[in-house]
């Protein structure tokens, strides 16, 4: 199985050294989404249910640009700094998944490295 790095037409790439998204075989490896707006490499600033929503929504554009959506995600990793915002996180994350339907999930408390970011989301899709 070979690696290929998708490159994701609109964006630019990352100035850190990472790519947002992986193939190999027909598995897509996304980087950890987190509360940016990938067009102009910009972090966002706002609560838990703002950059909740924001790392969703470039997850979304991320796999769909890359041919898959959301509905072929199989597995998530979710860090939050504050592990009291869960049931805030989870009222947004909830909208983005068919009831029953949900990917396997694993919630970690972790302060990202990255000033006024509260989480960061990491998925696996199928092509």
Do not use: C, W
């Not at 990352?14 to 940016?36: E, M, R, T």
């Not at 703002?50 to 995600?73: P, W």
């Not at 700094?81 to 869960?86: G, Q």
């Amino acid at each position: 199985m070979k690696k290929e790095i998708i490159k994701i037409k609109g964006i630019t790439n990352p100035s850190d050294p990472f790519n947002h998204v992986i193939k190999a075989g027909n598995l897509l490896f996304l980087s950890s989404q987190l509360s940016a707006d990938l067009k102009k490499q910009k972090i966002l600033n706002g609560n838990i249910r703002e950059q909740t929503k924001q790392a969703l929504e470039n997850i979304k554009f991320l796999l769909e640009s890359s041919g898959s959506s959301m509905e072929n995600i199989v597995k998530v990793k979710i860090y939050m700094r504050n592990i009291n915002d869960f049931d805030e996180m989870n009222k947004i994350y909830s909208k983005y998944f068919e009831k029953g339907q949900e990917p396997a999930r694993v919630t970690i408390q972790a302060v990202s490295p990255i000033k006024n970011i509260d989480i960061e989301i990491e998925v696996i899709a199928v092509l």
